[in-house]
Structures are given as C-alpha cells and as structure tokens.
C-alpha cells in the first residue's frame, strides 16, 4: 500500500474561492490529473498532507482566452486542450509542438499544464517553449474577505527540481503568455529514447523575430541541463540582431555547450548531454534561421 | 486514512457507488472493489496502457487516476463495451489477424483503438501506431495489432 501519510480528508470543490479557503486552514496536497502526484505517492517521492484537494471541478480554471494582447490559459487545461486549440497551434506554436512531443494520448488527456508547472521537473515539456515565450504564472490566494491573485514569471516561479515560489495556501490559477509579435519563429525539439513516452534527456526551445537574415528578441532555453529549464543567455547574446551564418551559429553552438551543466543519471552522462546540447543547438538554430 | 470517501458515478451505463480510500487509483477500484478484472495492471505508473479507461469518452490510464475522481463521471471499462459494435469489429479484427497472443494487452489496445477510429474514420498506419503510442505490447510486435485496426476501419467504410 501507498504511504497514505496523514491523509485524513478528501474535498472536490467547484468554486475557486472554496478551493482558497480550503488551502487557507492548511496542509493540503492539490491533485489536478494525477500524473505526477499519483507515481510519485507510490514511490514515497510524494507524502499527502491531512486534506486531498481536486481541483478539478472548478470551471474557472480551465480554459485559453485571448484577452488584449495576452493568452490566458487556464491550469487546468490538458495537454490535450492545448493540441486541439486553434489559438496555441497558431499563435503559440512551440507550445503546440511540445504537446505533440508529450507522452501518449492517455497522459495527455489527464496532464494538466498547472500539473506540469507546479511539480517544476527540470524535464517538464512545456516549461522550456513557456520560457522562450516569456510566460508568467498567475497564483490567487484568499486574503480576508477576497481573492487576491499575483503574477510572475515563469522562470522566477521555478526554484528548483520540484520547488517553486507557490505559497502553501496558494493556488496556480493560469499561464499568462504575451501573444509574440508578427515575424516571430520557434522551434521545440526534445531528445529521449523512446519518441514521446520519455523524460526529456535533454529538450531545447529556440524562438525569435526573424527580420531579414537576422534574429531579434532571442530566447534560447534549455530543459533537463540543470535544476530548472534555464535560458541560455550567452548564446543569445552571441545570435542577438546578427546575421544568421553559419559562423554565428556554430559560435551560439559553442557558447550553449559551455552554458549548460547538465548532471548524470541513469538517462545519459553529462558528457552526453552537453554534446547534445552543442547539437542541438546548431540543428535547431539552423531550422529557426533558415526553415 | 481512517475514513473511506463515498462516490458515485456511471460505470458502464449503470450507477455505481463506491467507498474508496482518497489515495487509492480508479484501477484499485474497478479491480479489487468493484471486481471488474478486464482492465489489466501492467506496470502502474503509465507507460504501459494495460489500464486504458474512458472517461467522459476520453482515454485515460486508470492506474493514474485516483479513484476519488471518478465521482459524478461516465467511466467506460472493456466490459461495457461487449455489446458495442465498433469494439466487436475490434475485437473480430484482433483474432483474425493474429494480434492477441497473451492478451494482456488487449483490453487496453482495443478501447484505445476505439478512440482512433472515432476520431478519425480511415486513418492511416502512421497515425494508428501514434494513437497507441502509450499502449505496450511484448508479444506481438504491433505490426499485427496496426493491421487488425486498419482491418477494423475499412470493415465499418464497407
Ligand atoms: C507515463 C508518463 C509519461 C509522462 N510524459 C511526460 C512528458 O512527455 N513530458 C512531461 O513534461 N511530463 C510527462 N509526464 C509527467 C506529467 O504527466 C506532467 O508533469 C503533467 O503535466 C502533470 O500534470 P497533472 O495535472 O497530472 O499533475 P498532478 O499530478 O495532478 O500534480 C502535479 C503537481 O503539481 C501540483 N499542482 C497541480 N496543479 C496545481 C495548481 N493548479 N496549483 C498548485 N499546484 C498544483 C500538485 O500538487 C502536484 O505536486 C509523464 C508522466 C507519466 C506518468
Ligand atoms: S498499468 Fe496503467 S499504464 Fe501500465
Ligand atoms: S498480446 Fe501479449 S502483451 Fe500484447
């Protein structure tokens, strides 16, 4: 059996502002579709506090809205949802395209994005194209008598393998993503042993606005090369504005392959890893640059 | 956990109620409360799709899900789909194409396919070998079982 912990109460509530109150009187651990938190129960990687707390019935916090110049996703979205959404495969595509890299049909249909952001694995798929697309996450908590909600950003949000800046008595309630600007291209390419049914060995995200042979607005992120998905700064600032030659590409290459300290693991050494990062690089850059 | 939370919920077409432990996962459920044993456990973290269910008409691995989540919903097992006609063509295209030796992973192939070929009326191998990415199977090696599908939807075309 499960270690059930100190698991004593179970609550389904359908309104945002029970589910903060809930989390106000303390030590509960919220389950979206389980994914994550039902394995990690059964390893003991996860212990339950005295309440479960499903938020999946509360109708607020699903849903991809454009509202002004941001798209609003709700954490309770699946990966599913965001595959099937006209306004992410169009506007946001590298996010689609790592969807489509995600596990199998079954997973997807549960996995929920707050799920993936929140349990913060530095494999998690969709964190790197929210990075390159400079993503915020939106928390509420109730604060006397109301909601009070606060916005960051993703990447402040991620602390480290499975920590975040989320308060206990704080709910993720949705992704904030500025809608990118005309000419923007990016790319998603992750790196497993089996297709999609994997963690990430390694997953890069490489987006920008193309004006001309040049990039403007570079981000180039990586996932599973260190604590949390990071942005590799160097390579950028080697790409920014210049012409995209092969010269300044292998150069990106380089400085990404320095950047990055990957660990080793049962997946792959970080030897490997950081050859593969090198790769990567140019092969996915060559694609933004030239495809 | 002392206390069992009580649910109910639509278990192929007919109400069920349940008293589930809230760590416990819907295949606990349907195999050891309810008795439902055609939903198989493979390996209980995901990957293998021996579990496969329906949930309000999605597919979902049942070891992932906790039991709890069940309530109020439509939950389809491989038993609730013996008198459905898609899954009989299944289930025929299966056995006549060789593709179930053990049978482990039959149950689990066979509402997963189902769901292909709902959304897609005559999909093409590629996409059939990627609608059962998340379903494992050690006996057959899949080239049988990507048949026994095709076979299945040109059956429903004619
Ligand atoms: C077989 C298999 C394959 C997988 N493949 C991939 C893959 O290819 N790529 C990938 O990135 N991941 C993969 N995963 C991991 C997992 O599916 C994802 O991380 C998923 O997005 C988690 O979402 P969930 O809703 O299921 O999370 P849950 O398990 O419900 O929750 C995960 C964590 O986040 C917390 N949480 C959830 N929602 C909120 C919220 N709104 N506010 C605050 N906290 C919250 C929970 O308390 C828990 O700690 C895989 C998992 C399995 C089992
Ligand atoms: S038993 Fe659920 S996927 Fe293997
Ligand atoms: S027939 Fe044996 S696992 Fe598929």
Redesign the pocket.
């Given at each position: 059996m499960p270690d059930a912990g100190a698991l004593e109460r179970y609550a389904a509530p359908r309104a945002l502002a029970e589910a903060l109150e809930l989390l106000r009187d303390g030590d509960a651990t919220i389950v979206a579709g389980g994914t994550d938190l039902m394995p990690q129960s059964h390893s003991g990687k996860a212990r339950f506090g005295s309440l479960l707390l499903n938020i999946r019935r509360i109708a607020e916090l699903g849903g991809i809205a454009l509202e002004g110049d941001t798209v609003r996703i709700g954490a309770l979205t699946s990966i599913s949802a965001l595959l099937a959404s006209p306004l992410v495969r169009e506007r946001l595509s590298i996010l689609a395209q790592a969807a489509d890299q995600f596990a199998s049909e079954q997973v997807r249909n549960a996995a929920t994005i707050g799920g993936n952001v929140c349990n913060a694995s530095p494999a998690g798929d969709t964190l790197v194209p929210l990075i390159v697309l400079d993503a915020a996450v939106e928390l509420a908590a109730k604060a006397g008598g109301g909601i009070e909600t606060r916005t960051l950003p993703l990447q402040d949000f991620l602390t480290g393998p499975g920590r975040t800046q989320r308060r206990p008595h704080e709910l993720m309630t949705a992704v904030r993503v500025p809608l990118p600007p005309a000419g923007f291209v990016a790319r998603f390419y992750k790196h497993g042993t089996r297709p999609a049914l994997d963690i990430s060995t390694i997953s890069l995200g490489i987006g920008g606005v193309r004006r001309g042979d040049r990039l403007e607005r570079v981000r180039v992120a990586f996932g599973a090369v260190a604590p949390t998905p990071i942005r590799a700064r160097a390579a950028e600032a080697l790409i920014e504005g210049r012409a995209l030659d092969a010269a300044a590409i292998e150069a990106a290459a380089e400085a990404a392959h320095d950047e990055v300290r990957p660990i080793s693991d049962v997946r792959a050494s970080d030897w490997y890893r950081q050859e593969l990062v090198r790769n990567m690089t140019r092969r996915v850059l060559a694609h933004v640059a030239f495809g | 956990m002392s206390r069992s939370v009580e649910i109910e919920f639509r278990l192929n077409g007919v109400v069920r109620r349940a008293a589930v432990r809230a760590d416990m996962s819907a295949l606990a459920m349907l195999r050891d409360v309810l008795g439902l044993t055609g939903t198989k456990y493979g390996c209980g973290e995901g990957e293998c799709g021996a579990c496969t269910i329906l949930v309000d008409g999605a597919s979902l691995n049942a070891c992932l899900l906790f039991a709890v989540d069940c309530d109020g919903r439509e939950v389809t097992t491989i038993e609730g789909l013996a008198n459905d006609p898609a899954a009989q063509r299944l289930q025929r295209a299966f056995a006549e194409h060789g593709?179930?030796?053990?049978?482990?992973?039959?149950p689990g192939?066979v509402l997963q396919a189902g769901r292909i070929l709902a959304r897609a009326g005559q999909p093409d191998r590629a996409t059939i070998q990627r609608g059962l990415e998340g379903n494992?199977?050690?006996?057959?090696g899949y080239k049988k079982?990507i048949d026994a599908v095709e076979a299945a939807a040109k059956e429903r075309a004619a």
């Open positions: - | 593709a179930v030796q053990c049978g482990f992973c039959t192939m494992l199977c050690r006996c057959t079982i």
